[in-house]
T-cell receptor, first 112, second 116 residues
Framework: GNSVTQMEGPVTLSEEAFLTINCTYT??????LFWYVQYPGEGLQLLLK?????DKGSNKGFEATYRKETTSFHLEKGSVQVSDSAVYFC???????????FGTGTRLQVFP | DGGITQSPKYLFRKEGQNVTLSCEQN?????MYWYRQDPGQGLRLIYY???????QKGDIAEGYSVSREKKESFPLTVTSAQKNPTAFYLC???????????????FGPGTRLTVT
């Protein structure tokens, strides 16, 4: 079945630094791809998504491009803020279903 | 405002007791899901339901039960058969996907269950 691998955290950055969180997946067919964010003690919020190859999802300064050739969906932000500190989850859909497969999450810590 | 509510936010139980976690949505979504999250780990699917009066086991259904009598509600019961019930439980919902699109899941705030 489909699976996902995220880079291990924590990722520690200074404010205004450039962020990349790597995500690669294995998939049968053409999954939709999502990034979710979880702030401490809360549920998950959708950050961005892409539903077909070469699509770029973007929101709140974050971006990720659906790369079919490398089966990747890396999350990037040009200038992080302290308020971006959270856990980020990459999630492709499972083959031919609407179920999501979640990675282990990557914790981001941004210091002033 | 539309959304998903889970109650309570914190729940404490003694070992051997069954406990039911509430999940309600007013988004008019057909599909609902229950996940378990343990510290430092991703989410694991417990049960999901795509339509009223129907539900399927996820990856870790043993020791849990659900019902889906109403579109808006999908309660989860953690039974005494669940060996390690202490965890953070998340409920989610989504619109029914079409053949050509996948709809994102919307999550509730979660319930932290502690069993001693």
């Amino acid at each position: 079945g489909n699976s996902v691998t995220q880079m291990e955290g924590p990722v520690t950055l200074s404010e205004e630094a450039f962020l990349t969180i790597n995500c690669t997946y294995t998939a049968t067919g053409y999954p939709s791809l999502f990034w979710y964010v979880q702030y401490p003690g809360e549920g998950l919020q959708l950050l961005l998504k892409a539903t077909k190859a070469d699509d770029k999802g973007s929101n709140k300064g974050f971006e990720a491009t659906y790369r079919k050739e490398t089966t990747s969906f890396h999350l990037e932000k040009g200038s992080v803020q302290v308020s971006d500190s959270a856990v980020y989850f990459c999630a492709p859909t499972s083959y031919n279903t609407d179920k999501l497969i979640f990675g282990t999450g990557t914790r981001l810590q941004v210091f002033p | 405002d539309g959304g998903i509510t889970q109650s309570p936010k914190y729940l404490f139980r003694k070992e051997g007791q069954n406990v039911t976690l509430s999940c309600e949505q007013n988004l008019n979504h057909d599909a609902m899901y229950w996940y378990r999250q343990d510290p430092g780990q991703g989410l694991r699917l417990i049960y999901y339901s795509q339509i009223v009066n129907d539900f399927q086991k996820g990856d870790i259904a043993e020791g849990y039960s659900v019902s889906r009598e109403k579109k808006e509600s999908f309660p989860l019961t953690v039974t005494s058969a669940q060996k390690n019930p202490t965890a953070f439980y998340l409920c989610a919902s989504s619109a029914t996907p079409s053949t050509w699109a996948s709809y994102e899941q919307y999550f509730g705030p979660g319930t932290r269950l502690t069993v001693t």
